[in-house]
């Protein structure tokens, strides 16, 4: 309460096609992605329902805050066409964003692009919150 959202910051991916994201973990060759799936719902009978209801691409509002979004384009969780239907998305719903993607990082972003996505995030943080930014090119 009194506090106000100036923006969100997303470094993690996904935001459309849940689904298609809880079957790609839950078959995953790695268990730790396959635990992740078992989590995400309780009735894996109901999961592409469920995926889809609480997918954040059909959450968005007018009132929504900014949103910077940065991702590693090599990331097999995300695709560049998933990004493109969550601008879409953002789009409809009149918020403002950034969206950046990272050609040289996977589902972790590289050293030099976490440096770059940091002051890009600095720099949004501060237009957002109507601050004059600190950070100097």
């Excluded at 923006?7 to 396959?34: K, T």
């Excluded at 590693?72 to 719903?93: H, I, M, Q, T």
């Amino acid at each position: 309460p009194g506090m106000g959202i100036s923006g969100v910051v997303s470094i993690v991916g996904g935001g459309a096609g849940c689904y298609e994201l809880y079957e790609m973990l839950r078959d995953h060759e790695e268990s730790f992605w396959r635990d992740v799936a078992d989590t995400l719902v309780d009735d894996h009978e109901r999961a592409e329902e469920l995926m889809e209801r609480y997918c954040p691409i059909h959450q968005f509002d007018d009132g929504d805050p900014p949103m910077f979004i940065a991702y590693g384009r090599r990331d097999p969780f995300g695709s560049d066409s998933k990004y493109a239907e969550v601008v879409r998305g953002l789009e409809d719903a009149g918020i403002s964003y950034q969206l950046i993607g990272y050609e040289n990082s996977g589902h972790n972003l590289v050293q030099e692009d976490w440096e770059d996505a940091f002051m890009r995030i600095f720099r949004f943080v501060d237009l957002h919150a109507g601050r004059q930014s600190i950070i100097v090119d």
